[in-house]
């Protein structure tokens, strides 16, 4: 989940990696650092904190070509030690991913080396060192066939003018031009920089310099790597007056479903050919990805009639799945690169499902094991907690159930048609929910609380357990999600003075039951509020609760209502005690280790 950003052209290094390692920080803020070659010499500039922390050192460090990390601890604490590039004898590198035969490495191969940091990444600087003949590529091969885990490796030699790249199972792109070559993690650290990028397969090996770069495979044989345009842009960076990326981008919410809607066009004649033989979906993804993969599994069941299943990625990579061919597999990642969930499209894939991405990264690892790629139309997102492409993934879904269901159907294309004209329609209610929904006594109330339960039946349970979700990562409060009619069987032993409730009702039919979970919390004396667009029951609980009223819409598409008000809650929560909703502590954006 770290960043890595490498550079080898005409101008000075450094600033180069600064500024790219700024555009990354949302994959990692416990440490960063930049390694620098001039002539021969290799200098290293790193720090615990965040990546502002290296700003006057890294206008010491000298050089036209160099390499940066932006640190997400997983082996070693947070420290200046453990902070990347870790630098030995004639090499400097920087690792995303996870070794995690290290430490066997390590007995095996420097039984007697008091080694410099609690990294694992710091045996592969050793191997380099130790396996290094005078060719780098060689060099570079022999320490991969050595390695277990995942990488993404850019690589400094006193011996080479320029830097090197090798990757495994962790994302890297690369791209140059006009004499200059750059790598990074993901397209916005090179936003501005290069108009187009490879992605690196996995097994591929890169030596960039300021003559260019140059892929080679896993028997270093040359190879070639589709050039795609980068769309990223130094743009999508800018707070356009708001405090917060995660304020920005819930603001930014209805063109998110607007910009999918447009998107979705596109697709819609391969998505028909994938879908033409299925029988059964499996819906995958982690965190945010699974919760909207629970609304997605309403919607197909609903509209499509088809038995439809929810799996949180990294448990049905294990489970020794049932895979027909006639089992689509609808794999959500809002960056592409989740580690487990592009394991379970791997897998499903392998066993002759058909795999159908949603994501909000058109060129992702994600993607290249699909069948077809239904596109997020978010924009790109900075703040950890997902908002807008949350949103994204709801109105995605919702088409490719609506899709689904319209294929046995006539006239389909009406049907198509109607479905977009709906998500449009709640665009305006959308807009006005985010702009003026109220949750400052709401959040002065679960800045208090012990602990927040989020409540709902049916479509709004998945909306509750994407409610605590926010909660938990932005603000710490202890929080859960729960169905509204378990409330009695068990978690209401957890209800005192101490404790919030937040109920979520936006079903006309089940109104009166979730109000009898109100009841309950209420006769245990814990706090509860309610977020509602059900006209009855605003009125029935008015001056019992306080009442959170978002416009009333279809049930279906209540999601896109609901969760921006629990987002809103989240936000507000946090800025009252004072923690910072983009990066929260422990978090990072994109997980692609295990």
């Not at 005409?10 to 620098?36: F, Q």
Request: charged letters at 20%; a positive charge; glycine letters at 8%.
């Amino acid at each position: 989940m770290c960043g890595i950003v490498g550079y080898s052209g005409r101008a000075a290094a450094a600033p180069v990696i600064y500024g790219g390692l700024k555009r990354l920080e949302y994959r990692g803020y416990d440490s960063a650092g930049i390694a620098t070659l001039d002539g021969g010499n290799i200098s290293v500039a790193k720090k615990q904190g965040k990546v502002s922390s290296l700003e006057s050192c890294a206008e010491n460090l000298s050089g036209e070509t160099g390499i940066g990390h932006t640190r997400w601890a997983t082996h070693g604490k947070p420290s200046d030690t453990n902070a990347h590039p870790h630098a030995i004898g004639k090499f400097a590198v920087v690792h995303n991913g996870i070794i995690e035969n290290y430490a066997e490495l390590k007995a095996r191969y420097f039984p007697d080396t008091d080694f410099l940091s609690r990294t694992d990444s710091e045996i592969i600087v050793r191997l380099l060192d130790k396996f290094y003949s005078g060719n780098l590529l060689h060099a570079l091969k022999e320490v991969s066939s050595l390695l277990k885990g995942s990488y993404a490796v850019l690589v400094i030699c006193a011996d080479f003018k320029g830097f090197a790249v090798m990757k495994y199972k962790s994302p890297v792109i690369v791209g140059g031009g006009r004499g200059e070559s750059f790598a990074a993690s993901d397209a916005p650290a090179l936003a501005g920089l290069c108009k187009k990028i490879s992605i690196l397969e996995d097994g591929d090996f890169a030596l960039a310099s300021a003559s260019g770069v140059k892929i080679y495979d896993n028997n270093l044989n040359p190879a070639a790597r589709q050039k795609i345009i980068n769309r990223a842009t130094a743009a999508s960076l800018d707070l356009n007056g708001c405090a917060h990326y995660m304020q920005k981008e819930i603001l930014e919410s209805p063109s998110a479903a607007e910009n999918t809607v447009k998107a979705f066009s596109r697709v819609q004649g391969k998505l028909k050919e994938v879908f033409a033989d299925v029988a059964r979906v499996i819906i995958t993804g982690c965190g945010t990805a699974y919760n909207s993969g629970l609304v997605a599994k309403r919607y197909i069941e609903s509209f499509a009639r088809m038995p439809a299943e929810a799996e949180i990625a990294g448990e049905f990579r294990y489970k020794n799945p049932v895979i027909t061919t006639g089992t689509a597999v609808i794999a959500i990642s809002q960056s592409g690169e989740t580690a487990d969930t592009v394991e379970a499209a791997k897998l499903a894939k392998s066993l002759g499902a058909k795999v159908i991405a949603v994501t909000n990264a058109p060129y992702s690892a994600l993607t290249l094991v699909s069948d077809v790629v239904v596109p997020v139309a978010a924009g790109h997102e900075i703040c950890v907690a997902a908002t807008k492409s949350y949103t994204g993934q709801i109105a995605a879904l919702y088409l490719t159930a609506k899709l689904l269901a319209s294929l046995n159907k006539k006239p389909a294309a009406q049907t198509m048609k109607n479905a977009k004209a709906e998500i449009c329609a709640i665009v305006p209610l959308l807009t006005d929910t985010v702009a003026h929904t109220d949750m400052d006594a709401l959040a002065q109330v679960c800045a208090r609380a012990d602990g927040v339960y989020f409540l709902g039946r049916d479509i709004d349970y998945a909306v509750a357990l994407e409610g605590s979700l926010k909660l938990k990562e932005i603000t710490y409060i202890q929080s859960e999600g729960y169905p509204a009619g378990e409330l009695k069987h068990g978690t209401l032993a957890l209800i005192d003075e101490n404790k919030t409730a937040v109920v979520i009702i936006t079903d006309e039919n089940l109104a009166i039951k979730c109000e009898n979970a109100v009841e309950q919390v209420l006769s245990r004396k814990g706090k509860v509020a309610v977020i509602t667009n059900v006209t009855g029951c605003a009125r029935r609980l008015k001056g019992k609760v306080p009442v959170i009223e978002i416009p009333p819409s279809p049930k279906e598409l209540s999601p896109l209502l609901s969760a921006a008000a629990v987002q809103l809650l989240a936000y507000k929560t946090a800025l009252i005690l004072e923690r910072n909703p983009d990066q929260p502590r422990n978090l990072a954006k994109s997980v692609t280790v295990e």
